[in-house]
């Protein structure tokens, strides 16, 4: 079964005031909701894209990290390590469903996030 679309884009972001005034003015991106100093989010057209607090982040992100959409997280996790990545971690995010991160052969983090309920 192939991806999802992409879901988001998120930025690791330490300053999480001065990064939102920054994209909020420069790129003139409307504010969709902000959670306190963990997460802050914009409307970009079709996709999303945050600002991510290092404690939300994936473990070890630095720069963006693209997020895609799936719905069977077992198959494609088998798909990236036979093709050379790694899995790194799983995050159940309760209500807003689970991810998992992953690295490409290259190093590079991406994540596949799956709702909950599938």
């Given at each position: 079964m192939?991806?999802?679309a992409?879901?988001?884009?998120?930025?690791v972001?330490?300053?999480?005031d001065l990064?939102?005034?920054?994209?909020?003015?420069?790129?003139?991106?409307p504010?969709?909701?902000?959670?306190r100093d963990?997460?802050?989010?914009?409307k970009?057209?079709?996709?999303?894209?945050?600002?991510s607090s290092?404690?939300?982040?994936?473990?070890?992100?630095?720069?963006?990290?693209v997020?895609?959409?799936?719905?069977?997280?077992?198959?494609?996790a088998q798909?990236?390590?036979?093709?050379?990545?790694?899995?790194l971690s799983n995050?159940?995010?309760?209500?807003?469903?689970?991810?998992?991160?992953?690295?490409?052969?290259?190093?590079?983090?991406f994540?596949?996030?799956i709702?909950?309920?599938?």
């Open positions: 192939p991806l999802g992409i879901r988001s884009v998120y930025t972001a330490n300053d999480m990064m939102q005034a920054f994209y909020a003015e420069a790129l003139e991106l504010l969709a909701f902000r959670d963990n997460w802050c989010q914009f970009a057209g079709q996709l999303a894209f945050a600002l290092p404690s939300e982040a994936a473990t070890g992100a630095r720069g963006s990290v997020v895609f959409g799936a719905a069977d997280m077992a198959a494609i798909r990236i390590e036979r093709l050379g990545g790694l899995h995050r159940d995010m309760g209500s807003h469903g689970s991810v998992a991160t992953f690295a490409d052969p290259e190093n590079n983090l994540q596949i996030h709702r909950q309920g599938g």
